[in-house]
């Protein structure tokens, strides 16, 4: 198991997850869980978990999605 840490940006309002509601536009910090998955010489990475933290008011929240939930909500954005 790995963890890799990113950023994403939405430009509009988002839904990651109905468990959540709307989070507004911005800059989040996102971590990703990945297990290792292959056999042999060749190994590769599938993702299994997302958090995304929320920063408000000098605050921070986590928030536990899939990723498939932060893609769509990225796909979203784009598209909207």
Partial sequence: ?????????????????????ELPPGTYDV???????GAGEYTGHRRT?????????????SIFATPKELDSALERDKDA
Avoid: C, H
């Fill in 49 to 61: 978990a997302v958090v995304l933290y929320v920063r408000q008011g000098g605050s921070t929240r």
């Fill in 1 to 21: 198991m790995r963890t890799r840490k990113s950023a994403v940006t939405f430009n509009k309002p988002f839904v990651l997850n109905a468990d959540v509601g």
């Fill in 31 to 37: 971590e990703t869980d990945e297990e290792e998955i």
